[in-house]
Nanobody
Framework: QVQLVESGGGSVQAGGSLRLSCQAY?????MGWFRQAPGKEREGLAT???????TYADSVKGRFTISKDNAKNILYLEMNNLKTEDTAMYYC???????????????????WGQGTRVTVSS
């Protein structure tokens, strides 16, 4: 069993930055960040495997950076140059299915945090 607690969401103007944190209780093989905007499906943004290989969605590549502090067991998502379309609920997720950590399907990730809201205004 893995428990995940996100923090760091908030409101920011377009072009600004935020850093999300996800404290993990447990040691999953894969971890990642996902988001769900109102009226849209949940989408994968970035994942990281046990040896810290990242995978990014095209929509955030070059703007978002996923990282993990193994000593503290915290997953981060550094978000720069935020756009209004980044407004969503952001979720941390973890899973232990296989060695790869894909962005899809969401069912690859068994454990989910409660989410943290990010609002980007123009």
């Amino acid at each position: 069993q893995v428990q995940l607690v996100e923090s760091g969401g908030g409101s920011v103007q377009a072009g600004g930055s935020l850093r999300l944190s996800c404290q993990a209780y447990g040691y999953p093989r894969c971890m990642g960040w996902f988001r769900q905007a109102p009226g849209k499906e949940r989408e994968g943004l970035a994942t990281i495997d046990a040896i810290h290989n990242p995978t990014y969605a095209d929509s955030v590549k070059g703007r978002f950076t996923i990282s993990k502090d193994n000593a503290k067991n915290i997953l981060y998502l550094e978000m720069n140059n935020l756009k209004t379309e980044d407004t969503a609920m952001y979720y941390c997720a973890a899973g232990n299915l296989g060695n790869r950590c894909p962005l899809t399907p969401l069912t690859h990730y068994t454990f989910w945090g409660q989410g943290t809201r990010v609002t980007v205004s123009s």
